[in-house]
């Protein structure tokens, strides 16, 4: 049997479900699939061997308490940062979303204008 090279979504699922202590059939039964073969169905989208179709994907993140977009992030701390948004309350959102547009318009003035308003010159 070919070797799959791991792909990104394998490799952030691999991590996410390992990190949730849920063995791959354990997962597989959580999103619907049958026991008989979920494992072998983990498995394969975790080695490459097959990518979810989007709604599975959501499914996944919905079993993992994670945001699906981590599971094709392509920059490692970009996708640590959406887990670790994800945990947050929405006030504690609100807080860090205020702060990064903070620091957006200290490095960039042209930010505060008003959605639609010409930058100022």
Do not use: N, W
Request: charged share 25%; hydrophobic share 40%; glycine share 6%.
């Amino acid at each position: 049997m070919p070797k799959h090279p791991q792909t990104l979504f394998g490799r952030r699922l691999r991590a996410a479900r390992q990190r949730a202590g849920l063995p791959q059939d354990r997962l597989g039964v959580l999103i619907g699939l049958d026991e008989s073969c979920s494992s072998a169905r983990i498995s394969r989208y975790e080695t490459g061997a097959h990518e979810p179709q989007f709604k599975v994907a959501q499914r996944i993140a919905a079993a993992l308490k994670i945001p699906v977009a981590y599971l094709y992030c392509d920059d490692d701390d970009l996708a640590q940062l959406l887990l670790d948004l994800s945990g947050l309350s929405p006030a504690e959102l609100d807080q860090v979303c205020a702060a990064i547009r903070g620091i957006r318009e200290r490095h960039d003035p042209s930010l505060t204008a008003a959605p639609g308003a010409p930058p100022e010159t």
